[in-house]
C-alpha cells in the first residue's frame, strides 16, 4: 500500500532498462514506487525480441521485487496494459506518455534519464526527478584483456578465450573457470549499461538476439537464443596503432598514394589486419593536411580527434552518404563494405570526387574486385576503384592496378572480338594477371595465362613432317602469328575440306596459322653434282642463306635453304632425294623458284 506520509515515485523506460533505478532509491529508504504496467509490456516486448536492454530491465524489476520482498519499499503496478500499437509506436513516445500520464494522475514523481521525458513532463505540470548520465565502475569484460589481447571470447558453459598476440601471430589462450549463464548475463547487462550512458560509447545495433556494441574502443558482439544456442559475447579490440611509415612501403607505392590513388580497396582474411592499416592510411592522409571522415558500422576505428568518424544515420548507409556527398571531405574511410547499398554508396561517393578508402572481407585481392561486378556497371569499375591491397598476417601482400583499355581478349585471335576489357595487373611488375570483360551477356573475370617461351623449331618440324608433300614455306612474324607460305594450286589440299586440315594443324600446334599464296619466278638450276649419298644442286652465290623452292619442269617438288656456298644439298635416299634423281635420269629440267 502507498504512504501518504512517503513521496510516491513513478520510473521510466529510461531508468529501469539502465539500472539505475534501484541505486536512486537507496537513499530515499523507505519509498513507496509505482510501476506502470505500460513500463512492463515494454519490458516484456524488448526481452521477447531477445534485445540486451529488455534482459536488463528484466533484472532491474526483479531487483525492485526484493527490496519490496525485504520490506524496504512498498511496490504497486498502476495503469492498463499498452495496446499493441503503442507497443509498436514505442519509439515514437507512446509508451512515455502512458508513464507520463499515470504520474499526472497518480501526482507521483517521475524519474527518468531521458532528457526529452523531462522536458516534455515539465511542460505538462509533472514533477519530475531527472538523473544525469552516470560513469559505471564495473569494468568486467575488460578483466580479460590483457595489454596484447586481441579478441575475447565467452560463451555460457565453456571456458574463456582469448587470442593473444597479433594478427598472423596470435595464440589462444583459455582462463581457468568455467563461466555459468548468470554470469554472462551480468557482464552483458554491464557492458550495455555502460554504453547507454558513455558519450564515447554507444549500442550500434539491438534486434532480436543479437547486440551489437562499440564500447570506448572494444567492439562488442552479444547473441542469445535463437541467434546462438547460448549467451555468447564476443569482444574485440585494436592492441596497436601503427603510422604508414612502419609498414616500410616502397617509394613507387607511396607515390601513389601521395599522387593517384584515390579509390583503394583494402582487403584480407578476418583478423588480418585491415583496419589496423586503413587507419594507418586514414591518418597519413590526414597528415597531408586532406579532410578525412570515415562511415563505420560500428564506430571502432582508433583515428585522431581531427578525423570525424560517421555511423549510418537512421539505420541508413545511403542517408550517410547523401550527408557526406554535401561535405565533400577528401577521403573517406568506408569500414566495411558487406551489402548492395553500401558498394552504391562506395560508388556514388568515389564518382563524386571523394577519394574512397574501402574495406573488404576477401580470401583473395582479385576476390574483393568481384564483388564489385554485378553491383555497378563494368564501365564504371575503373573509375570507381584504381588500386586493391592485400593484407595478409599485417603485411602488404599483393597490391593490385586497374586500367580499362579496349583490345582483343587473352587467348583470342579474332580481330572483330575486340572488346572493352579491364586489365588487372600486378602493381610492382606491370604484369597482367586478369582481364574481365563481357563474353555474351555474362561478366567474366579470366586469369591471364603466362606466355610460355615456345618451341619454335619443333612447330615447323611438325608442320614440315604433316605437310611433307605439299612445296611450302613457313614463316612467324612480328606479333607472333604463323605465316605458310604455299603454290596457288596447293592452297584448297593445305586447308582441307572446309577447313578441317588447317585447324588441325592449328590445334597442334596451340597456335593460329595465316595461309598465304607463294609468288615465285622459276629459273634453271646452275648444274648439279650427284653422289651415292647427297645430290648437290648449284644454285648461285646470289642467293646463299635464301629459302627457295625446287622444281622439276614447272612441278614445285620441296623448299630448302641455300647454304653459303650457293648450294642444296639433299640426301640421295630421301624422297626429295629419289624424285631428283629420277628426273636427272630422264632429263628432266631441274628449276628454283624465289620466294
Known sequence: MVNENQETYIPDTSVIVDGRFCEFLGDRIPADVLIPESLVSEIEHQANEGRSIGFTGLEELKRLRKMCDEGKISLTFTGKRPAEWQIKRAKSGEIDELIRQSALETNSVLVTGDFIQKSIAEVKGIRVLYLEPIQILSKRIETFFTDDTMSVHLKEETKPRMKVGKPGGWNLEYGSAILTKEELNTIANDIVERARNDTRSLIDMDVRGATVVQLKNIRIVITRPPVSDGVEITAVRP?????????????????????????????????????????????????????????????????????????????????????????????TVFDEIRISSDFTTYSDLRLAGVGMLGVIHASRAIDAMQRFVGKIELGLIPQVIDTI?????????????????????????????????IEIKDFFTGIVLYEI??????????PVKKKQKRDMKALVNHIESELHEIPHKIDVDDTGRLKLYVPEQYMGETIGKGGGRVKGLEQDIGMPIDIEEMNFKAKESLGTEVTANRINLHVGNDLKDKDVEVLVEDSPLFIARVSKNGIIQVKAKSVQGRALRKAISQGQKIRYSII
Open 239 to 331: 592492441i596497436k596503432k601503427l603510422t604508414l611509415e612502419e609498414y616500410q612501403i616502397g617509394d613507387s607505392l607511396m607515390k601513389r598514394f601521395r599522387e593517384r590513388a584515390e579509390g583503394i580497396i583494402i582487403s584480407g582474411k578476418p583478423g588480418a589486419g585491415k583496419s589496423t592499416f586503413v587507419q594507418a592510411l586514414a591518418e597519413y592522409y590526414n597528415s597531408m593536411g586532406k579532410i578525412v571522415k570515415t562511415i563505420e558500422k560500428p564506430r571502432d576505428l582508433q583515428v585522431s580527434q581531427e578525423i570525424t568518424q560517421l555511423t549510418p544515420l537512421e539505420g541508413s548507409i545511403e542517408k550517410t552518404g547523401d550527408i557526406l556527398l554535401l561535405e565533400r571531405p577528401d577521403y
Open 389 to 421: 591491397i592485400y593484407i595478409e598476417s599485417g603485411v602488404i601482400k599483393d597490391v593490385l592496378d586497374l586500367t580499362y583499355s579496349v583490345k582483343i581478349p587473352s587467348g583470342m585471335s579474332e580481330e572483330d572480338l575486340a572488346r572493352p576489357i
Open 437 to 446: 570483360y563481357t563474353f555474351g551477356e555474362q561478366v567474366v573475370v579470366v
